[in-house]
């Protein structure tokens, strides 16, 4: 079975700070995709990033930036100097198998910064 | 590339009607679409697999009759909700496959439809 945990419901952070949203994944396969959407007030899935289950070197993209650690089955994602524009639920999620078609999303952390 | 669309964005019906949500692929084939639900502050959860040209695969405890799916073209899935009721009320959200990358496991999301039911 696969499975993903975001342990944090809720983060608040004011505005600058820095922020790390944890995920933790299940799965019995080796072949394996994680990805991280954001989801603002809208309501429309904004894909951030997809990371497969060969690749565990970190990514860093602008004010965001990944940590894939196979050893901990985790994929956390950080924020650096947090913006108010950030302010939405961030969804982890897992795509196990070749090819595989089905999605396990975690039940999200809703981040609020504050100004 | 990969834009998936959702038709309409929100629909607000009548307790007893039915309501049908599109869902598109502009610009990509995709054999496979999917239907999620989301409830206020809940994360997404399948309701089914859209096959082309087949039956829906529906997950454990969605009803069939209920939610009728039809995937008649590469590019069209349709998510009929009969006879709603207030707690069909949720945001629906589709998702595609492309064919030409399916080894990427990649899901196209469309923007979503807010179903309200009074």
């Known amino acids: 079975a696969q499975k993903v945990t975001q342990a944090q419901t809720e983060i608040s952070v004011v505005e600058k700070e820095d922020v790390t949203l944890d995920c933790v994944y299940e799965?019995?396969?080796?072949?394996?995709?994680l990805f991280w959407y954001k989801q603002p007030p809208s309501g429309e899935l904004v894909f951030l990033i997809r990371?497969?289950?060969?690749?565990?070197q970190n990514e860093i993209s602008g004010r965001y930036s990944w940590n894939f650690q196979k050893s901990t089955s985790s994929f956390n994602f950080t924020i650096t100097a947090s913006q108010v524009v950030d302010s939405a639920v961030y969804f982890c999620?897992?795509?196990?198998?070749?090819?595989?078609?089905?999605?396990?999303f975690g039940p999200g952390t809703r981040l609020s910064v504050l100004p | 590339g990969a834009v998936v669309s959702q038709h309409p964005s929100w629909v607000i019906c009548k307790s007893g009607t039915s309501v049908k949500i599109e869902c598109r692929s502009l610009?990509?084939?995709?054999?496979?679409m999917f239907w999620y639900r989301q409830f206020p502050k809940q994360s997404l959860m399948l309701m089914a697999t859209s096959n082309e040209g087949s039956k829906a695969t529906y997950e454990q405890g969605v009803e069939k009759d209920k939610f009728l799916i039809n995937h008649a073209s590469l590019t069209l899935s349709t998510l009929t909700v009969t006879s709603a009721h207030p707690e069909d009320s949720s945001f629906y959200i589709c998702?595609?496959?492309?064919?030409?990358?399916?080894?990427?496991?990649?899901?196209?999301f469309g923007p979503g439809t807010r179903l309200t039911v009074t």
């Open positions: 610009d990509f084939q995709a054999t496979t």
């Open positions: 999620a897992l795509s196990a198998g070749n090819y595989g078609q089905n999605f396990v």
């Open positions: 799965t019995r396969d080796t072949t394996y995709y």
């Open positions: 990371r497969n289950s060969f690749d565990e």
């Open positions: 998702s595609a496959r492309d064919q030409g990358r399916l080894e990427f496991n990649e899901q196209y």
